[in-house]
């Protein structure tokens, strides 16, 4: 006969009864009990007057709090150090994104959602490093919030700034930056440096978290440079990126042999007798790519011919390993930090008219129809006939000049074909405004103008497009089995920011078809189309791309959804982008026969060359910034015509239609507060009633413009 065995209800003790209700109310956070419905439902023997009791300690430390009646609920509201011994923990890798008030977000690559850290969590990390982040998984927490637990690496090294003095220690103060540490520096290591001189200081010791001091010493005294020229520098600095080239690699430079050889001649195909031309902006200095054309009674052969960087950049060498740390040139409004040193990137590897380079081509035939028949990769010679400007090709399209007149023509009817398929198949055509500044002698802007793209900018554009696609398709295509390699991505938009996004246009009485992404695309580019006769629509384009997500490059290809190409990758650019040497590489390696490289490697490096591509933008993007605002401190005082790009509870955003700069006008300044709805479309006044909406045209006073931050402020004027 067998014994039934019944669970007799236990009496937990103090510190086991505390636990078991934290842990029951952690994991069901929209749980309401009273404390005779928790000891039903733990199956436990206490009284209901010791589960008051801890209820209520619980209450007083946040972590429970009492509705009705002695019904408690979890806190949501509670802190991170509070709820963390009774949640699960994850730790991510990812970037340091500072706010001013000192807190953080992490973006990883492996979190959906930015990690929160409070800013006594950071850890004395700054902003741009990578960190490893804890992540306390809090039921009811929408929001991931962390602490971090370690820095993994420093963005920044040096901090461009100017130099005080004080009884115990001197200190570099950064200058056009405020998320920058200051830097201590012993007074031995001064050298006498007067106080208020500028200067670099390259961090030797960070302290542990945000209380210990940053120390570090004078790299470089700048005796002679203008605030404009100390704040281009520390924009660079600060986003990372190094503006000297290490002596190994200069030397290393200095050893390579420019001459070309017969034997090398002979293992290329010569094109150096068919008519090449580059076609570039005026102001550039380095070459990556020519055309050539080839023109017969059924068929035309079109060459595009990029600089063979790789026969120069040899793998594991001094020059590789910093063109990898670098993996971008830098473009900021008065200067170019490159990739690779001079007499590469301007001299040997530059595809300068005149002279013979050695290049990576690829050959494209097409019909009279301009179908594509035929296709062909490998290395190359080309002698360039001329170097156009965008401009003077221009010129010869608009049939202002007669020089190459009948192949120049012919090349633009051809791109033209393949822009109008490219669109056919649902490309987006958004267009992101590109400022231009006319500077003086001391890089001061004396006028700012909107690029203009035209048939030649685009032209080009084209061509290139048509290259780096058909090379990625040629790889993906080659075997069977997948031939690792780097591809440019870019995902479909994400579907939340699409929804808010097209509950915004409908506003302005725009529709976006959010149903397929074909639809979207089409949307997008019915958009872009009427964003071109109706100014208060322009303002939508920028809030449309951040709809999407950043292409970036990966081993995994997943197509290019703004081109609608399923495969693309970057093989036009190798001297200023590090991702087109590895595909000069993977590509030459596998033209003869088939190369299979890691993986795993090529992944690890995709991410860190796309984070290096992240941060020369923000480079780019601030040193815009900044020029516009000295721009606009020769206008104070001045009124100017702009349009709304922005409400948030303080003010408005107005960008100026002359020099693109966007500044804050107030509502402090306008003498009366504004409702401002959810949608932030639209600001209404309070008294007046007055209302102010998203791209409205407005005349304002500029007031104030400040370099350190950047920011412009202005006033309404009263039409």
């Given at each position: 006969m067998s014994k039934h065995r019944f669970n007799k209800r236990r009496k937990?003790?103090?510190?086991?009864?505390?636990?078991?209700?934290?842990?029951y109310f952690s994991r069901n956070p929209k749980k309401r009990m009273t404390a005779k419905q928790l000891i039903k439902k733990l199956k436990i023997n206490n009284s209901k007057d010791s589960v008051i009791h801890i209820f209520r300690v619980l209450e007083k430390e946040g972590i429970l709090y009492n509705i009705k009646d002695d019904r408690y609920k979890w806190n949501r509201k509670m802190s991170q150090t509070t709820a963390a011994p009774f949640a699960e923990k994850h730790e991510y890798t990812g970037v340091v994104d500072m706010t001013r008030s000192g807190a953080a977000y992490i973006v990883s690559d492996d979190s959906e959602l930015d990690i929160y850290v409070p800013a006594k969590m950071t850890r004395g990390a700054f902003h741009g490093d990578t960190v490893k982040v804890e992540v306390v998984e809090i039921p009811g927490r929408n929001k991931p919030e962390g602490r971090i637990v370690e820095i993994v690496k420093r963005k920044t090294t040096h901090v461009v700034g100017i130099v005080h003095q004080f009884h115990r220690y001197g200190s570099v103060i950064p200058v056009s930056n405020p998320r920058l540490p200051e830097v201590h520096i012993k007074h031995?290591?001064?050298n006498g440096i007067k106080e208020g001189t500028y200067a670099i200081a390259e961090i030797t010791d960070w302290g542990i978290n945000q209380n210990k001091a940053v120390w570090g010493k004078i790299?470089?005294?700048?005796e002679k440079a203008s605030h404009s020229?100390?704040?281009?520098?520390?924009i660079l600095y600060s986003n990372g990126f190094e503006i000297e080239f290490p002596p190994e690699v200069l030397q290393e430079v200095e050893t390579i042999d420019g001459s070309i050889t017969e034997d090398e001649i002979e293992r290329r195909r010569d094109f150096r007798e068919t008519w090449t031309v580059t076609i570039d902006p005026a102001s550039a200095r380095d070459f990556d790519d020519a055309i050539s054309l080839v023109v017969s009674e059924d068929k035309i052969e079109l060459g595009v011919h990029i600089a063979d960087v790789t026969h120069y950049v040899r793998e594991k060498t001094a020059l590789d390993k910093e063109a990898l740390e670098r993996s971008t040139s830098v473009y900021l409004v008065d200067r170019v930090v490159p990739m690779l040193p001079e007499k590469l990137s301007n001299d040997l590897c530059s595809l300068n008219p005149q002279v013979d380079r050695l290049v990576f081509s690829a050959v494209f035939t097409f019909d009279k129809k301009f179908k594509l028949k035929d296709k062909w990769f490998g290395k190359g010679i080309i002698h360039s006939d001329r170097r156009f400007t965008y401009e003077e090709a221009q010129e010869v399209i608009e049939g202002n000049s007669e020089e190459y007149a009948e192949k120049v023509t012919l090349l633009n009817e051809l791109a033209h074909h393949l822009r109008k398929e490219r669109f056919k198949h649902g490309s987006i055509a958004f267009e992101s405004e590109e400022v231009y500044f006319e500077l003086d002698d001391q890089a001061r802007p004396i006028s700012v103008q909107v690029k203009e793209r035209k048939d030649a900018h685009m032209m080009i554009e084209d061509f290139m497009l048509l290259a780096n696609k058909m090379v990625a398709e040629y790889i993906s295509k080659k075997e069977q089995l997948e031939i690792p390699f780097v591809y440019r991505v870019h995902d479909e938009p994400d579907p939340d920011r699409l929804a808010d996004f097209s509950l915004f246009a409908s506003e302005l009485g725009v529709q976006i078809k959010v149903d397929t992404p074909k639809n979207i695309a089409s949307s997008f580019n019915a958009l872009a189309e009427r964003a071109q006769e109706d100014e208060r629509l322009k303002m939508l384009e920028p809030l449309a791309i951040r709809t999407m997500a950043k292409a970036e490059y990966s081993p995994n290809n997943i197509g290019h959804y703004g081109l609608s190409f399923d495969y693309y990758t970057h093989f036009t650019s190798p001297i200023r982008r590090y991702a087109d040497v590895l595909v000069h590489r993977i590509l030459e390696w596998n033209l003869s026969k088939t190369t299979r490289v890691k993986k795993d490697d090529l992944d690890t490096k995709c991410k860190y060359?796309?984070?290096?591509?992240?941060?020369?933008n923000d480079a780019e993007r601030e040193s815009v910034k900044y020029k516009q605002a000295e721009y606009v401190l020769n206008q104070i005082g001045q009124v100017q015509t702009g349009y709304v790009s922005g409400i948030i509870e303080k003010g408005i955003f107005v960008i100026l239609h002359e020099s693109r700069g966007e500044g804050l006008v107030?509502?402090?300044?306008i003498g009366e507060p504004y409702i401002v709805p959810d949608s932030r479309l639209y600001a209404v006044g309070r008294h007046s009633k007055e209302k102010i909406t998203m791209g409205d045209s407005l005349k304002v006073r500029i007031v104030d413009a400040d370099l350190e931050t950047r920011l412009i402020e202005m006033e309404l004027v009263d039409e």
């Open positions: 937990l003790s103090s510190s086991e009864l505390r636990g078991r209700i934290t842990k031995q290591d001064l790299s470089k005294v700048l020229d100390v704040s281009m520098q520390s060359i796309s984070g290096q591509e992240r941060k020369a107030s509502f402090q300044s």
